[in-house]
């Protein structure tokens, strides 16, 4: 599964309540961070894909790698040492516009951008920036990447396997290992109260079906009901639509892809095209495959274009949706009228 949003997805899952307590917490981290007891003492264990990673004080230094780890942080009012660069919707240095917006009210300078390689982390720089902990929680990092991050500081890493963990638990995982487990869950709360607000004030969405699509190289793809694009929508009161399932072919667990030949079989009441420009946008909607989706016949097209606007649901962070949202319900509100 590709590292980036492209690809990459996570199902939404539910942020179970945090339990004070007056012990060490430990997190058990598989697939369901909140599960467990969690208190803001130290020393706290999580476990991961890898093991257990005990973090005996207070970090004092995070640095994050992959998706949503530093969103995480930068939302619990923390400056990272380091975070690695976002090619995807991110500025010429790898930082994305809600991230950059974060660290202006935070009042601070960015921090070190180290390059994002598919090869192996950048370990040269990650040891110059010394950090106390890494937070991979979201990332590709193998096993043996682990050890090797393991010799500069603690790692924690992903629950389950690369590229997977619910956007939810990112946060409240980063809330645990950084001691502020109560702030993240209020980070989480403030969410839900964004997300429920829209859906209030749009009542018309409510039942209408959707497909949430991507054309880009000549494959079209189509994304799950579990991918969090997807669980976002229906969170708004959507409902993926039922030919979405039909037409599954069992690519992968968030997604599949469609030939051209069976788009018009993609029957919805809306369909949004994610694009990298508007160019690129406009110019699919324009080819007779994508006339022949019955949304897009029907005037029911979602053109969401730019890549931050994209990457800002591919999946969310803590930062990214409510940085998003607006755009989001404003285009679904337009095309049902």
Not at 123 to 150: F, H, K, N, R, V
Not at 164 to 190: F, N, Q
Not at 228 to 238: I, M
Request: include cysteine; charge should be negative.
């Amino acid at each position: 599964m590709s590292r980036r949003p492209r690809l990459a997805a996570l199902a939404a899952a539910t942020a179970a309540l945090i339990a004070l307590s007056g012990c060490a917490a430990t997190a058990t981290s598989k697939g369901d961070a909140g599960a467990s007891e969690a208190s803001d003492a130290f020393p706290v264990t999580i476990e991961h894909a890898f093991g257990n990673t005990v973090i005996e004080a207070e970090p004092q230094r995070v640095l994050t790698l992959g998706w949503g780890s530093g969103d995480a942080v930068l939302a619990l009012g923390i400056v990272p040492v380091g975070m690695e660069a976002q090619n995807y919707g991110g500025d010429d240095n790898g930082v994305l516009p809600w991230a950059a917006d974060a660290l202006t009210e935070l009042g601070t300078e960015t921090p070190l951008i180290f390059p994002a390689t598919t090869d192996a982390p950048a370990y040269e720089q990650i040891a110059e920036a010394a950090p106390d902990l890494i937070l991979a929680t979201y990332s590709g990092i193998t096993e043996e990447q682990y050890d090797l991050l393991s010799e500069i500081a603690p790692v924690v890493a992903y629950p389950d396997a690369p590229w997977t963990t619910p956007w939810r638990d990112v946060i409240s995982i980063t809330g645990t290992a950084l001691g502020k487990s109560v702030e993240a869950d209020a980070v989480l709360t403030d969410i839900d109260a964004l997300v429920a607000e829209q859906a209030a004030a749009h009542p018309e969405f409510e039942g209408k079906t959707v497909a949430a699509t991507f054309d880009v190289g000549g494959t079209f793809y189509v994304y799950k009901p579990a991918d969090p694009r997807v669980a976002f929508l229906v969170d708004l009161g959507l409902v993926s639509s039922p030919a979405v399932d039909t037409l599954a072919n069992g690519d992968a667990t968030f997604y599949y892809t469609l030939s051209y030949e069976k788009l018009d079989e993609l029957d919805s009441d809306l369909l949004i095209a994610y694009a990298e420009t508007k160019e690129v946008g406009d110019t699919f909607a324009a080819q007779p495959y994508a006339q022949s989706i019955p949304a897009i016949a029907d005037g029911g097209l979602i053109a969401v274009n730019g890549a931050s606007l994209v990457a800002s649901v591919s999946p969310p962070t803590a930062l990214s949706l409510p940085w998003g949202l607006d755009s989001y319900v404003d285009a679904i509100a337009a095309a049902l009228k």
